[in-house]
């Protein structure tokens, strides 16, 4: 009790003594400070911690320490880094069990070396007295709450203080020592009075996004100081006082009860105002020296406003960016320095950060979900972030045994496990799997941390509705048919209502819109043959299962579905659904049946006679929110399905279904595929196709981009014979719309490579700049079109004024970005690589062009494009800029001839990737 009066009282007479270091007399010192903000490597020595009564005590040697004040599996525990051992020992001190709370006093007197005491994420009841010595000190308090009075004093080194995150109940007085210091102070709230003291030298202090109820004065002494409030509030009075240097005060969007007063004595010193500022009354006394005062027009004073000792009002950039971002003496670039130590700290505490995720490999396929993640892949990598060397084990089946997988923490505090899932909830079909990870560093007890994962066997879809959402497994293996003419049929449910709520059973969708006081149906489908299945697997009508809608006929489902609230299979004695039967093709994962219940528990109303149009009959049990009966609901009272969209797991993104009475021009899906770059181009392979006729992703295309007959030209613009063909291509266009694309690549001839055109490989470089404003195709034709122009130019400047003509007075281009871009030399490598693909096939003349790959003598005509039409007679059609599918040749759709398309597609950005799609068709049911 003698050292804890002792230890009080020594801080309280410092904290006394503040109020009056302002009237001492500093002489100005270098700064040089960063050695405070780098990560040092101690020679660590022995810190002594101990509980006297309820209070705890930190006592450090004379060696540079460094001390985290932490929760760690839920108890508040003091633990030494960097070899700085607790005790004489390494094994943490447990300073509160099962809490993270001290319930009194917190008293820690640093040593004199460069010592670190962080406090991270807890409660302290009673008072806070912090006290340094002579060394380098970094104190540190982070989400931290504070109810009592808070005292941190530092000594003679150059320290840092920084508060973020606190909650300070009482009052807070920091006192830094006689050195270059740094105090910091954000993301806060003080209930109680706010002294912040910095001592002789050069010293920043920062207040940033904090709220003081009370009163707050900032005191610096001697030497060069920078004084920075942002974002921040005061309930009584500001005072803030500099010292003899040449110092820097800003308040920026501060806001102050009452009276504030900014006061600057000695040298040369800034005062700068502005974003908003608001004060009860303002004064601004300057100092003996030469001062630039800066007050913005919107800051606003109730009160009286007093301005003295202003030298000029005009605070140049220059000024403002050395007392702010100076790398070496700028307030916020000290303050960030703060921050980010303590930040590396915080992320890099022991054990009690365990954390489990998903890895970010691509294999994992995991999509987030609702308080679950779901994987589409036994293969599943699971990341783990602890403490640096700690030992990882995984439980991946719910035995309560963490023997499925170990690894040990890299020095960054990651281990990544490998594992292999598999299904051990088997009930009707569920793949729930709960992932428990322990972790521990050998000295410390093993904390655990857990991970929910849906091991989905076939697609995801979420509904998103206007009272949240839920994802739902369907199930792709048990019940194909049903789940094919659902993901046919998505976007027919957007903006439709949940029709039909019966507490503890179901709630029901998918059959009606409604439009003031019109209902109408939801367009259905043709209805899948029946497929429930009650016996491999059992797939009931359990609670959370989707279920499909029907009447009487068991093969009667065209849209409607429900979602069992309750189980309703033969365990029910009133509602046996699986006895009818109805299908079930999904279940809600994760968290998503509190919104169900939550539309279960909805009040319901029949509004049917409210109502016109096809389908209000049928609306005599509607869920409504905030509606008063006998009145026609607004949109507001309805629960509404935004929308289904499928979450698709990578394994499943390229498979799509397609009805086998599918017309032409009905959208299949669209190819993803993991290319970098843009534009990207899609294609169909052709392993019998000379590689340089693929397409290029900044190959100009010309026609429908899903066309079936690629016309490649190779042309040179100056060529007489390539002008000639080029209104019989626009013709070829026209008149075989939707069957021919055309794709056009330079192949100059000019004279500095052996041929016989003198401006032709300007020309291209022309048209390409056009192309890069969208009017390469225009610029194309206008080339041709006054071909002779430029092509009896005798300068190349000549040759490019025509050009430029075109560009600016037909097409409306920019001239500066279109000779800009003639210049750059991507477009002349583009242009080259035309020429070098040339040069592979063997063309040697302009115009040559190739149908599907195959040379032609001459212009192509329609018979060209009707003759490669029959020779591919293809099924689907491919969009060749955005990847979508769609049926061209519905005659092909046989589920009996032909139940699955294996198409491989190959996608080119800057790289060029292989993708398969698999195209399955579905049987239709006749009834």
Known sequence: ???????????????????????????????????????????????????????????????????????????????????????????????????????????????????????????????????????????????????????????????????????????????????????????????????????????????????????????????????????????????????????????????????????????????????????????????????????????????????????????????????????????????????????????????????????????????????????????????????????????????????????????????????????????????????????????DAAVTDQLDVYLAEGTVVRFDTSLGSWDIALFDQDAPNTVAAFLQNLSRYDGSIIHRNVSDFIIQGGGFDVTGTTVQNVTSFPAPPNEFNAVTPPNSNLRGTLSTAQNSNINSFTGQWFINTIDNDATSPINNLDNVPHTVFGEVIGTGMTVVDAINNT?????????????????????????????IPTAANYITVNSVTRLTPVADVNTFNVFENSTAGTSVGTVTAAVTGSPVIYQFANSSQATQLNLHADDHLEGDLSAPVVVVEYLSLQCPHCADAHPLLEQLLTDNSGDVIVVRRHLPLDTATGGIFEHSFEAALAAEAAGRQGQFDAMVAQLFSRQSEWTNAVTSAAAQAVFEDIAVNTLGLNLTQFNADIADPVLTARINRDISDAAALGVTSTPTFFVNGTLTAATPTTNNIQTALQAQNPTFNLDRRSGALSVVNSNALDFELTPTFLLNITATGTNTVSVPATINVIDVFTM
């Open 603 to 631: 009040p319901v109303f029949n509004i049917s006679g409210l109502l016109t149009g096809t389908g209000a009959s049928a609306l005599t049990n509607v869920p409504l929110v905030n509606y008063t009966a006998g009145t």
């Open 1 to 443: 009790m003698t050292d804890r009066m002792n230890l009080t009282n020594s801080l309280t007479d410092c904290f006394l003594k503040t109020n009056r270091c302002r009237r001492r007399r500093w002489m100005n010192q270098r700064i040089h400070r960063s050695q405070i903000l780098e990560v040092r490597n101690f020679l660590a020595g022995n810190v002594l911690v101990s509980l006297s009564g309820a209070d705890l005590v930190v006592t450090g040697d004379d060696a540079s320490n460094q001390v985290d004040v932490v929760v760690d599996g839920g108890n508040i525990v003091v633990r030494g880094r960097e070899n700085t051992t607790i005790n004489g020992g390494t094994t943490a001190f447990v300073a509160a069990t099962g809490s993270t709370t001290l319930t009194d006093d917190f008293f820690a007197r640093l040593g004199s070396g460069d010592d670190v005491l962080f406090v991270e994420g807890i409660s302290i009841r009673g008072r806070v007295f912090v006290a340094g010595q002579s060394g380098n000190d970094s104190v540190g308090f982070l989400d931290t709450d504070l109810t009592r009075f808070v005292g941190i004093v530092t000594g003679g080194g150059s320290d840092v203080v920084n508060l973020d995150g606190v909650q300070a109940q009482g009052g807070v007085a920091i006192h830094s020592g006689r050195n270059d210091d740094i105090v910091r102070v954000a993301n806060s709230t003080i209930s109680g009075n706010t002294l912040i003291a910095a001592g002789r030298h050069s010293d920043a202090v920062v207040l940033e996004n904090t709220d003081v109820s009370r009163n707050l004065r900032i005191a610096t002494a001697g030497g060069a100081d920078h004084v920075v409030t942002s974002d921040s509030t005061v309930g009584g009075r500001f005072a803030t006082v500099t010292g003899r240097g040449n110092d820097f005060v800003m308040l920026d969007n501060l806001s102050v009860a009452r009276h504030a007063r900014v006061k600057t004595q000695g040298q040369h010193d800034i005062a700068v105002i502005e974003n908003a500022s608001r004060f009860g009354s303002l004064k601004l006394l300057g100092g003996a020296g030469r001062d630039s005062v800066q007050v913005a027009t919107d800051t606003v004073v109730g009160g009286r406003r007093r301005v003295r000792g202003q030298e000029n009002n005009n605070v140049s950039e220059a000024d403002r960016e050395q007392g702010l971002n100076d790398p070496v003496s700028g307030a916020l670039t000290l303050a960030t320095a703060a921050s980010d130590f303590f930040a590396a700290l915080a992320s890099s505490t022991t054990s009690n950060t365990l954390t489990v995720s998903a890895s970010s490999a691509p294999s994992n396929a995991a999509i987030q979900s609702d308080g679950t993640l779901i994987a589409s892949d036994s293969s599943f990598a699971l990341q783990v972030a602890t403490q640096p060397g700690a030992t990882v084990s995984v439980d991946a089946n719910g035995d309560g045994q963490f023997n499925e997988g170990t690894a040990t923490a890299d020095a960054g505090g990651t281990a990544t496990l490998n594992l292999n899932l598999q299904q051990f909830a088997t009930a009707q079909g569920r793949n729930d799997l709960t992932l428990s990870v322990q972790a521990s560093n050998g000295t």
